[in-house]
């Protein structure tokens, strides 16, 4: 996932949007026995500043299965993240910096997944947790 800051220049192409996919790493996702059922679909809007900086806007959107974090059954929740970085030629950036006209991405990225991520995975409203064998079954 790369952004060719001088290719941008030399098209005067200042603003824009883009899309692709990407195959997030499996040790974003700190749920147990959940995995990434395909690529992240990655969606912003640029715009490049006179200064060189580069600001994205945008979602990440993905979708995780695996089993319910209560029940234990299998589960499937699509989950939409905010994407928004700015992006400097320069060490001392605020939110991230590139060198020699190339952005890479991977790391806003990840922090949008990060940061989106649920902390369990509900099978949806109806379910039912487990109980230990020891609990009272009561009715409400």
Do not use: W
């Amino acid at each position: 996932m790369i952004i060719d800051v001088r290719k941008l220049n030399a098209q005067k192409q200042y603003h824009g949007s883009m899309e692709f996919s990407y195959s997030a790493p499996d040790n974003l996702i700190a749920i147990p026995y959940v995995k990434f059922a395909g690529p992240v679909e990655v969606r912003f809007e640029f715009e490049l500043y006179e200064d060189d900086a580069l600001e994205i806007k945008g979602t990440v959107k993905y979708v995780l299965e695996g089993q319910c974090s209560r029940c234990l059954k299998d589960a499937r929740q699509e989950v939409i993240g905010e994407l928004d970085a700015l992006f400097e030629p320069s060490d001392n950036a605020e939110d991230y910096s590139y060198t020699r006209g190339v952005i890479l991405l991977n790391q806003a990225v990840d922090e949008s997944i990060s940061a989106s991520m649920p902390y369990i995975l509900s099978c949806g409203e109806g379910c039912v947790a487990l109980r230990y064998s020891d609990e009272p079954t009561t009715k409400r």
